[in-house]
Structures are given as structure tokens and as C-alpha cells.
């Protein structure tokens, strides 16, 4: 059931990514409730053929299968259980949080890249060097740009957010 995680050391993250991860997720667990309600109505339904049955032979043969249903029900809920305390779970609750506090940008739902804090200073050269700004070159002036300076100041243009205790930076 496990796709591409996204993680918060990942230095460019696409919101369609995230978009699409948060929809996988949630529909393994939705798989997983689905599974629970299955087995329980066949379960349920076993019991019922139990109570109604009337011969010794009927009610041995119904009682296994009540076991086997019984079974089925509670492995179903266990797969649940270990989803919900697994990374799934968590990655879901942090993509959720990521997406909530992210959704505002505009082109959110189209593709909004989010930079990692530790790589924005790479991001901005790599963006004037895409824009034609500055040639890739490690010749002068390029060596003597203050990066740091640069991505501060491009960083105006963006809005911070947390995703599962890193900053990524957003166009605003």
C-alpha cells in the first residue's frame, strides 16, 4: 500500500506531492475501515445462521465458520491498529498539518514548490542562473554575489511554514 513518502529532508517539495500522498494515504486507511466493516457484517451474519440453526450437524459446521469470521474481524482490526501507530499515520498527520497551514499560497492545488530552509540560499542561485540573471560561471562578479544576502532578500516573497518541525519556504 506504501507509495513515495514525502519527507521533511527532502530539499524541494512539489504541493501536487503532497496533495496526491495525502490522498493516498487516507484512502489505504479508508481500504483498512472498509475491511473492518466486511468482515464484521460476514461476521455478524454467521452468528445470525447460528442462532437460527436448528440441527446438531448444522450448528458444529456454522460454529467454524463464526471462528473464521471472528478471526477475519479482529486480523482486519489489527491491520488498522498497526496502521494508525505506524509511519503512515504519522506521515499523514504531518502532510495534513503541512497542507492546512500551506493551502493559502495561490497556486497551492497546481504545483507550489516549498524549499527547505537549509537549501533556499542554493534555491536562489539556482533560480537567477535559471531567469538568465547571472551566468553559471565561477568567474567574476558571480563569485563575489552574497548568496545569503540574495536569498534573504528573494525570501520577501515567500511565506514560512513547518512541516513536522523544519521550515520550508512557500511563494506567498
Do not use: H
Not at 448444522?58 to 491491520?79: H, I, M, P
Not at 497551514?101 to 539556482?126: C, H, M, N, Q, V
Amino acid at each position: 500500500m506504501k507509495g513515495t513518502s514525502i519527507s521533511n529532508s527532502d530539499k524541494v517539495i512539489d504541493s501536487r506531492e503532497i496533495i496526491a500522498r495525502i490522498e493516498e494515504l487516507t484512502d489505504d486507511k479508508t481500504t483498512l475501515v472498509d475491511a473492518i466493516d466486511t468482515a464484521m457484517d460476514a461476521y455478524e451474519e454467521a452468528v445470525k445462521a447460528f442462532d437460527e440453526a436448528t440441527e446438531e450437524s448444522d450448528t458444529t459446521v456454522l460454529e467454524d465458520t463464526c471462528d473464521e469470521r471472528k478471526e477475519e474481524l479482529d486480523s482486519a482490526k489489527t491491520e488498522l491498529e498497526e496502521w494508525e501507530t505506524g509511519y503512515d499515520a504519522e506521515e499523514l498527520a504531518a502532510l495534513v498539518s503541512l497542507a492546512d497551514e500551506a493551502d493559502g499560497s495561490p497556486d497551492w492545488k497546481y504545483g507550489e514548490t516549498l524549499i527547505r530552509d537549509s537549501y533556499f540560499e542554493d534555491y536562489a542561485r539556482e533560480l537567477a542562473e535559471d531567469c538568465g540573471m547571472v551566468k553559471e560561471q565561477d568567474t567574476w562578479p558571480n563569485r563575489c554575489i552574497d548568496w545569503a544576502q540574495a536569498a534573504d532578500e528573494l525570501k520577501q516573497d515567500y511565506t514560512q511554514v513547518d512541516f513536522d518541525g523544519e521550515t520550508y519556504w512557500i511563494r506567498a
